[in-house]
């Protein structure tokens, strides 16, 4: 790993020809310009600068007693806010000890600080941009798509939505304004032409200090930020308004909540954050295309990486029990998450990684990994799992196209390239790739079985969506870039296995079952 937060967003370049990296880095291009965005509020005393944040997590339900506030007090702490519906306080404090302390305190089942790093993290800023379309390519697409009936400009670039079948899907339906799908990620830019038309403002939200910041505009990204969630956005509703590209479900509502501070990285409190607010403001669907930093695993016999296990799955299962189907990327590492040990040589990623050996049975990628959330796994223009993307039997639900190498798997013409295109901030288009995402064309085909069925419960939604997956076959042998070496090994039968789960998500049965 070359860089100190491998793929965040689960999403990666693939310059044309090269393996793929298990590294988060977006392709060379003209960076996108982003619309302004609200900054998140800076620490506010001089002890922040030695200060490291931290979930404390009490019994659900009621606010934190007298005993559990007074001992996080006398143990340096200071609230930051507190989720009593679920029993997860957010806490910062410089004393080293804080959380062996407040682990003693009855009352308290878990803590442990949510990074490595003090407040603000000392994480690098140089994330680069994804492939911006050049103005050649955009009036190439906007010709080939002229041709077709009813397409948007750039939809003949877009050979992932006749591999999910989302193209025969909008004749019949493009989705409810009804459902909402929240892209718990970097922030969207809700002015984007294409986002504009379907962004619902009252469910999006900034996160980032781990409580709501409601201030407009608060949830775009800035100009030096990831233009990742924007690109997600769109992959799941870009409205079909004869402008730019289309959305897997170009008729729904799409939000915006903010985790991903300036520097990159999704910790716990914002993620918690989000979930919960994604829980509180009706939304049907959450895409969540990263890992929980610091860590990529989180074992549960070190007591800081429990709690945040623990703080995450109560968000997660509440968000589900409010009606949301939580949709997670596998990640981009080529691991078989079914496998007996891993080597993580990216953990923690907010300081100094280092090799570490890990039991992902034990050791959890959350929310990915968590009971209930929809794990989806990558695949490339010719329906083979992507080179990148992890795997492992039972683990993988689903599979959904995320891209991968021209070189691995051609698309069909007059689609160029083997990547996703998608929108970006400042009114623009570009490539990317990652189960990132796959995962946003998982919930897109999730938003329009609820707009189909709307009184479905999360486990009827998640229920129909297995069932009317397309079955696929393991991929034997699996050598994708033809060095005549196995570069993975699927395991299980056709209709659960550990390249694509169920199958490839369908979206026409999601508009007609």
């Known amino acids: 790993m070359t860089a100190p937060h491998p793929r965040h967003r689960r999403a990666l370049a693939i310059p044309a020809g090269l393996a ?69 306080i957010v806490v910062h404090s410089a004393n080293p000890d804080f959380a062996q302390a407040v682990r003693k305190v009855r009352g308290v089942q878990s803590a442990g600080a949510t990074r490595t790093a003090p407040l603000p993290s000392a994480a690098t800023t140089d994330t680069g941009a994804p492939q911006v379309l050049s103005g050649r390519e955009l009036a190439a697409a906007k010709a080939s798509s002229a041709k077709a009936e009813s397409q948007d400009p750039l939809e003949s670039l877009q050979w992932d939505l006749p591999a999910i079948k989302a193209d025969k899907a909008h004749e019949k339906s493009l989705g409810s304004k009804k459902v909402t799908v929240a892209v718990i990620d970097t922030g969207v830019d809700d002015t ?106 989180n074992c549960k016999d070190d007591p800081d990486q429990k709690a945040l296990v623990e703080a995450v799955s109560r968000a997660s299962r509440y968000a589900e029990k409010k009606g949301a189907v939580n949709v997670a990327a596998a990640g981009n590492e080529n691991y078989d998450l079914a496998s007996d040990e891993i080597t993580d040589p990216s953990s923690p990623n907010d300081t100094t990684p280092g090799d570490r050996t890990v039991d992902p049975s034990e050791c959890l990628d959350i929310p990915t990994q968590l009971p209930g959330v929809v794990t989806v796994a990558a695949t490339g223009a010719k329906g083979l799992k992507s080179s990148f993307s992890n795997y492992g039997r039972g683990v993988i639900d689903i599979a959904a196209p995320g891209g991968d190498s021209t070189a691995y798997q051609t698309p069909q013409p007059p689609a160029t390239s083997g990547l996703i295109l998608g929108t970006l901030p400042g009114g623009k288009w570009g490539y990317m790739a990652g189960t990132s995402m796959a995962s946003p064309h998982v919930a897109g085909v999730a938003a329009l079985i609820k707009s189909t069925h709307p009184h479905a419960s999360p486990a009827m939604v998640k229920a129909l969506l297995y069932a009317e997956a397309d079955a696929t076959a393991c991929t034997k042998p699996y050598d994708i870039d033809g060095d005549g070496k196995v570069d993975a090994v699927c395991e299980g039968p056709k209709n659960r296995n550990g390249f694509y789960g169920w199958g490839m998500t369908d979206a026409l049965d999601a508009v007609t079952w």
């Open 192 to 297: 984007h032409p294409d986002i504009a038309p379907n962004f619902d403002r009252q469910a999006s939200v900034n996160c980032v200090a781990g409580k709501p910041d409601t201030t407009d505009g608060a949830w775009r990204p800035s100009a030096a930020e990831s233009p990742h969630g924007t690109h997600v956005a769109g992959e799941i509703a870009a409205a079909k308004n004869g402008v730019g590209m289309t959305g897997v479900a170009p008729g729904v509502k799409v939000a915006g909540i903010k985790v991903s501070n300036p520097d990159g990285f999704f910790y716990t409190e914002a993620v918690v954050c989000g979930f919960m607010w994604a829980a509180e403001h009706g939304v049907d669907v959450t895409n969540n295309s990263y890992y929980t930093d610091p860590w990529y695993f």
């Open 20 to 88: 793929v990296a298990a590294s988060l880095a977006f392709l060379p291009g003209t960076p996108a310009a982003a619309a302004p965005a609200a900054e998140a509020a800076a620490p506010s005393t001089a002890a922040d600068a030695t200060s490291l944040s931290y979930v404390v997590n009490v019994a659900p339900g009621h606010r934190p007693s007298d005993t559990v506030r007074r001992a996080i007090a006398k143990a340096g702490g200071t609230i930051v806010t507190s989720y009593d519906r679920i029993g997860v």
